[in-house]
């Protein structure tokens, strides 16, 4: 198993929710700023939310500003994102990385450092 390694995904109908988990393995990681991307057939990875070293500040790409909540909780090593209202552009393999900030929050993929593996969502139309 890697440093990061999600959990969750699935297949759902269009209005449905899943939640996401990212259980991270390194102590070092979890003390970061994190973040979720995703990344669609053709298309390039983008950002999706990501949460300060403690949560108390997020950010959240426009698109799924209102329907997903990221959260964590860093005594247990997990990372979460929370998705309601789905819709069948949410579909895309949901990466969780960390980075090397702190409060700040980057929306670029090159500027985390550790990654997981990726887990499908597939929301039906």
């Known amino acids: 198993q890697g440093r990061l390694a999600e959990s969750g995904g699935g297949l759902v109908q269009a209005g449905g929710s899943l939640t996401l988990s990212c259980v991270v393995a390194?102590?070092?990681?979890?003390?970061?700023?994190m973040g979720w991307f995703r990344q669609a057939p053709g298309k390039e990875r983008e950002f999706v939310a990501g949460a300060s070293w403690n949560g108390a500040i997020t950010r959240y790409a426009d698109s799924v500003k209102g329907r997903f909540t990221i959260s964590r909780n860093n005594t247990v090593r997990t990372l979460f994102l929370q998705m309601n209202s789905l819709k069948f552009e949410d579909t895309a393999v949901y990466y969780c990385?960390?980075?090397?900030?702190?409060?700040?929050?980057?929306?670029?993929?090159?500027?985390?450092?550790?990654w997981g593996q990726g887990t499908q969502v597939t929301v039906s139309p």
């Open positions: 990385a960390a980075s090397s900030k702190y409060n700040y929050i980057p929306d670029k993929h090159d500027e985390y450092s550790s």
């Open positions: 390194e102590r070092t990681d979890m003390d970061k700023a």
